[in-house]
C-alpha cells in the first residue's frame, strides 16, 4: 500500500477514536451538568414546538412571531418531532423542564460536535496544516464544548453557527483556489444560513462585500476585479433565503427584521455604557476569568469577590444580583441595581430611567430609538465602554486554569495577527477567512454586552487559526512535515 495510503488511513482512525472519546466525554458531563432550558433555550424551544405542532413560528401558537432566528427553531423542531411519536403529545412545558426530554433534547449537541470535529480538520487540512496539527486544531474546540457544559447543556444557536461558518470558510477557501462559480453560490447559501442562525451576520455581509473588493482593488497583488464579476451569484444565493424570511416577517408582522431583539441588546448595551469611572476600570475585574481575578486583580489591584455582590461598589456590574431577583418578584423596581435588570426592566415598558420611547406600538423599535439616544448623548462612554466589552468578549472560558486562559487569549492574538499580516502581505485568502470573525468581534464590542458565550461560534475557526500561525512561525515546523506526505 502506498505510504501517503498508510498515514491517511493512520490518521483516519486516530482521529474516529478521538472523536469517540470527546463525544462519550461529552455525553457524560452533559448528563451530569443538565439542567431546566432557561432564557434563550426557553424561548428557541417554544418556538420550535409550535413549528411543529401548529406548522408555523409562534411563541405562543397564535401568532407569528420573529423573536429569535428560524434556522435554531427549524433545528430543534426536527429533534422535537423525532420525540413526538414515542411521547405523545409532549407539553411545551415538559421540554424545559423534565430532565429525561431536556436529555434528549440536548443531544443533537453531539451531532454538531461531531460536525464540527470534521470541518475544523477540513478546514486546517485546506489552510495546508499537517495532519497531526489539523488533529489538534479539531480536537481543542469539541474538547473545549464537552468539558465546560455550557453549550451543550442548552439548544442555543452557537454551536449550528459554529457549523454554517465552518463550512462558508471552507467553501469560499475553495472559490479562492478554483475559481468555480458553484462554490461561490454554495458560499452565499451557507452565509444566508449563518445570517437566518445569527442575524448580526445581515449587518456584518454588507460590510463584508465592500471589503473584500476594496482589498481586491488597492491591496491585491493581482487587481484582477474580474475574478469578482460572478459576485451577483454569491449575493443571489445570498439574498433568496435570507429575502423570503424578511418578506415572510413584512407581510405578517409588518417588519423585515430577521429577528426581534435587536433594540433589547442595543439598549442593555446603552445603559451599561453609563456605569462611573469606578465601575469602568472594575469592570475589567469583573469580566476576567477567574483565575486573573485571583492571581492578578485582587492579588495587586486590590478588587474583592463583594465588590460585585449586593452592597458592592460594583454590584451593577453583577447580573445575578439576589437583591435584584427578590426586587423584580416583589415589583419593587425601583429597588433594581444591575445594569442588565434594568435595562429589561426599561425594555419591557415597566420602569422610564432613560427617557420615553419614540415607539410604544414597538417594544423592540422603540428600545432601540431609547438606545441610539443615549448613546449620541454620551459617544465618547460608548468608544470608552467599547475596549471594556472587548475585554469581556474575549474570555469564553472564565475559569480558574491558567493554561485554558493563555489558549483562549491566543487563540483572538492568531486571529488579528493573520488578519493584520494578510494586510500587510497582501493576502487576499487570508484576509478574506479573517475579515468575517474580525468584523463579528468588533461588531459586538462596540453594539452589544458582548457575553462571552458571543465567542462560542468563533472557536472552531479560532482554534484552526491558532495552529496554522504555529505552524507557520514555528522553528520546529519541520518535525510536522513528515506527517503530510
Not at 12 to 29: E, Y
Not at 159 to 176: D, E, G, S
Not at 414 to 428: M, N
Request: hydrophobic letters at 50%.
Amino acid at each position: 500500500m502506498h505510504k501517503r495510503n498508510k498515514t491517511s488511513i493512520y490518521f483516519f482512525f486516530i482521529n474516529a477514536i478521538l472523536l469517540c472519546g470527546l463525544i462519550f466525554l461529552a455525553d457524560k458531563n452533559m448528563k451530569i451538568n443538565s439542567k431546566p432550558l432557561v432564557s434563550d433555550s426557553n424561548q428557541s424551544t417554544f418556538l420550535a414546538y409550535h413549528l411543529v405542532t401548529q406548522g408555523f413560528h409562534s411563541m405562543d401558537g397564535e401568532t407569528p412571531s420573529n423573536f429569535r432566528e428560524p434556522v435554531i427553531s427549524f433545528l430543534n423542531a426536527l429533534n422535537i418531532a423525532r420525540l413526538q411519536p414515542e411521547r405523545n403529545q409532549i407539553a411545551k412545558e415538559q421540554l424545559i423542564s423534565d430532565p429525561e426530554l431536556i436529555l434528549e433534547m440536548t443531544k443533537l449537541n453531539l451531532v454538531y460536535l461531531i460536525l464540527i470535529y470534521g470541518l475544523s480538520y477540513v478546514l486546517a487540512r485546506k489552510l495546508q496544516l499537517p495532519r497531526f496539527l489539523a488533529s489538534l486544531a479539531a480536537f481543542i474546540p469539541v474538547f473545549f464544548f464537552a468539558v465546560f457544559t455550557s453549550y451543550i447543556t442548552s439548544v442555543n444557536s452557537d454551536l449550528p453557527a459554529a457549523i454554517f461558518l465552518l463550512l462558508f470558510t471552507v467553501f469560499i477557501l475553495n472559490y479562492l483556489e478554483y475559481r468555480k462559480k458553484k462554490d461561490l453560490i454554495i458560499s452565499g447559501l451557507i452565509l444566508a444560513f449563518l445570517t437566518l442562525t445569527k442575524a448580526v451576520f445581515l449587518y456584518l455581509f454588507v460590510i463584508f462585500i465592500p471589503a473584500v473588493l476594496i482589498f481586491e482593488f488597492f491591496f491585491s497583488e493581482e487587481r484582477n476585479l474580474r475574478n469578482w464579476l460572478s459576485l451577483g451569484l454569491f449575493l443571489i444565493s445570498f439574498a433568496i433565503p435570507v429575502g423570503s424570511w424578511m418578506l415572510r416577517n413584512y407581510i405578517q408582522l409588518g417588519t423585515t427584521s430577521i429577528s426581534d431583539r435587536g433594540g433589547e441588546v442595543l439598549l442593555i448595551r446603552a445603559i451599561k455604557n453609563q456605569m462611573s469611572n469606578e465601575e469602568y476600570w472594575g469592570g475589567y475585574y469583573a469580566y476576567a476569568p477567574e483565575v486573573l481575578q485571583t492571581g492578578f486583580f485582587e492579588r495587586f489591584l486590590g478588587n474583592r469577590k463583594e465588590d460585585l455582590l449586593d452592597g458592592g461598589r460594583l454590584q451593577r456590574l453583577n447580573r445575578g444580583l439576589k437583591g435584584d431577583s427578590l426586587a423584580m418578584a416583589e415589583v419593587r423596581f425601583d429597588e433594581v441595581k444591575s445594569y442588565l435588570r434594568l435595562a429589561q426592566l426599561e425594555h419591557r415598558g415597566l420602569t422610564n430611567f432613560y427617557g420615553n420611547s419614540l415607539d410604544i406600538d414597538n417594544p423592540d423599535k422603540g428600545s432601540k430609538s431609547k438606545a441610539l439616544n443615549l448613546i449620541f448623548t454620551h459617544p465618547l462612554n460608548h468608544l470608552k465602554a467599547s475596549f471594556l466589552f472587548s475585554w469581556r468578549g474575549i474570555w469564553f472560558y472564565k475559569g480558574r486554569h491558567l493554561i485554558p486562559v493563555l489558549i483562549t487569549f491566543a487563540m483572538y492574538l492568531s486571529l488579528f495577527i493573520l488578519f493584520v499580516r494578510s494586510i500587510c502581505k497582501k493576502d487576499l485568502t487570508l484576509y478574506v477567512i479573517t475579515i468575517l470573525p474580525i468584523l463579528y468581534f468588533l461588531f459586538h464590542a462596540f453594539l452589544t454586552h458582548f457575553i462571552p458565550r458571543y465567542s462560542g461560534l468563533l472557536i472552531p475557526c479560532l482554534s484552526v487559526y491558532l495552529l496554522t500561525l504555529i505552524f507557520q512561525y514555528s522553528k520546529t515546523a519541520k518535525l510536522f512535515k513528515p506527517f503530510d506526505k
